[in-house]
């Protein structure tokens, strides 16, 4: 497994690092040598907050994790990633190549309730209408969602926005 570890409003202490390098040692049992972990580390004001992102086969388990502590931040955000692995061990495996998680590590003594499958409960039909992002967003608050889906009016794309944890919105493009 390679590894990417970053700061921002932080400087990556060889402790923090070395932390950080131990706990993702011990996921390269479940995945193959390609695999990619990129850890963001960031302070703002006095929260700790960590972002692991885990790249495999075109597969990606993500955790982010806020804390007083970030030592504390990275335990959490390290269970958090085992624990998607080991509830979505199967689906993932019959979706991905031989190969791309190592089967013969996921006998392990802490018990987690596999999904059998996903249920979906709704389905949902709308128009798709072009409009600008600020309408998209403007009409995602009036029905009180968190995200919207919509036609971009000047790229003639399908969009999404959608409300952040800060606060703030997001857009999501296709890429082609």
Do not use: W
């Not at 040598?33 to 885990?54: G, L, Y």
């Not at 390290?78 to 590590?105: F, P």
Request: net charge neutral.
């Amino acid at each position: 497994m390679k590894y990417a570890v970053s700061g921002k409003n932080i400087e990556i202490t060889a402790a923090l690092r070395e932390k950080v390098t131990k706990k993702l040692e011990k996921l390269e049992r479940f995945f193959s040598k390609d695999a990619e972990a990129q850890v963001t580390m960031s302070v703002e004001k006095n929260r700790h907050i960590i972002e692991i992102t885990v790249i495999f086969n075109g597969t990606v388990m993500r955790a982010e994790v806020e804390n007083d502590d970030m030592y504390a931040a990275i335990d959490k955000a390290m269970d958090i990633i085992e624990r998607q692995i080991r509830r979505n061990k199967t689906r993932l495996a019959k979706r991905l190549r031989e190969g791309a998680l190592k089967n013969e590590n996921f006998n392990m003594d802490t018990e987690v309730d596999e999904e059998q499958e996903f249920k979906i409960v709704r389905s949902k039909k709308f128009a798709i209408k072009p409009m600008a992002v600020e309408e998209a967003i403007l009409q995602m608050n009036l029905i009180g969602h968190e995200f919207f889906m919509f036609t971009n009016a000047e790229t003639n794309q399908v969009n999404v926005v959608y409300r952040r944890k800060d606060g703030n919105y997001g857009l999501i493009e296709p890429e082609y």
